[in-house]
């Protein structure tokens, strides 16, 4: 009988002591949790890629998807409709019918959350058949308060105007001088690479990717770009109204406006170099005084200033994130970026950007989505404009 009592109190001394050990270890948990939750808010605090903007995050979701028996790719424009929804533009996937993406792209607790696909509409013709990559080869979208879709092309180039379904209603008129050569002085591929609408749906803006031929590049490379402003006219139209002068950087063309007011934009460059990457850099610019150039015959004319610009962030500055490129890029979070668009408001007055890259269905490259935090609330780029 005192064996058994004997090892029954040991036993019980020995549960009581493991209980003892575990409650400590969970004191010494709870502590550590609560440690790290006091220091989440530090923790948590966005990687910065340049005064003002930080990095929210990226995500590689759709790439090389599949959707309704559709190759996701080639996403080469953005448009936002909702708070997390927006619309992407596939450029040219051949004689596959053109497409419009309707995406969902949330950024929860100022970080980006996993892109999902929702839907897909195709632009048709009048006759009611599909265009496809050898007659429409999109590169700039805009979903009007209509419901309606603006489309640019920069084969020609030209704008036309979609219903909600995709159907076409009409065509906006391009001045001569942008029709591709020789109908023009436009180069083939350098044409009508964006489109913005300002919030006051009073002003779409386009661009040339390149200099028309007249305009040339300067002497370091720079090129002369013409940004073309449409003033809306009764019934919703939109007729050309004025033209300006902005100076890209050397090796770089404009692939992607915002319209943050009638007078105040953020212009997206991306250049590329073999055996190096890409270059991809926002800039913020102001139609502010600056003259209209319609009547100007060539943007090499030494009178003739740029606009006002700043730039507001090189993506390359910011960190990877734990990103992969399956090209050549000197950092990894870079690829052939050709959307951008803005998301919604943050704390402290920020708001969100959101660029999308071009994989042009290239085994090499990937679709990404890249989540950025920009103070925009500051004056646009003013000062003097440097002659080219």
Known sequence: MTG????????????????????????????????????????????????????????????????????????????????????????????????????????????????????????????????????????????????????????????????????????????????????????????????????????????????LAADGRTQDGRARIRILRYERGPGGTYKPAEEFFYLAEAGQGVVEIVALSDSDLLVLERGFVSGEGNTVRIFRASLAGAPDVAGEPTLADPGLDPLAKGLLVDLSDCPAGGAQSPGTQENPLLDNFEGLALGPRLSGGRRTLLLQSDDNFNDVQVTRVVALAARLQEAPASGARARP
């Open 4 to 211: 058994p009592r004997s090892n029954a109190s040991r036993g019980a001394t020995s549960s009581i002591a493991c209980v003892a050990a575990l409650l400590a270890v969970l004191a010494l948990g709870w502590l550590a949790a609560a440690q790290a939750t006091i220091a989440a808010p530090r923790d948590h605090h966005p990687p910065s890629c340049a005064p003002g903007v930080d990095l929210l995050g990226f995500s590689d979701a759709l790439d090389k998807r599949r959707f309704e028996g559709t190759d996701v790719g080639g996403l080469s424009a953005l448009a936002p409709v909702s708070r997390d929804r927006y619309l992407s533009l596939v450029d040219n996937q051949r004689d596959t019918p053109a497409r419009v993406y309707t995406l969902r792209i949330p950024v929860e607790r100022e970080r980006l959350a996993e892109p999902t696909i929702r839907d897909v509409t195709v632009l048709r013709r009048a006759d009611g058949e599909p265009f496809t990559g050898a007659d429409l080869d999109g590169e700039g979208l805009v979903a009007t308060r209509r419901g309606e879709l603006l489309v640019a092309s920069e084969t020609e180039p030209s704008i036309r105007r979609f219903s909600s379904e995709g159907r076409l209603l009409d065509e906006l008129a391009v001045p001569q001088r942008f029709r591709v050569a020789p109908e023009g002085e436009g180069q083939p591929n350098q044409t009508f690479e964006s489109l913005a609408l300002s919030p006051s749906g009073r002003s779409l803006f386009t661009a040339v990717e390149g200099p």
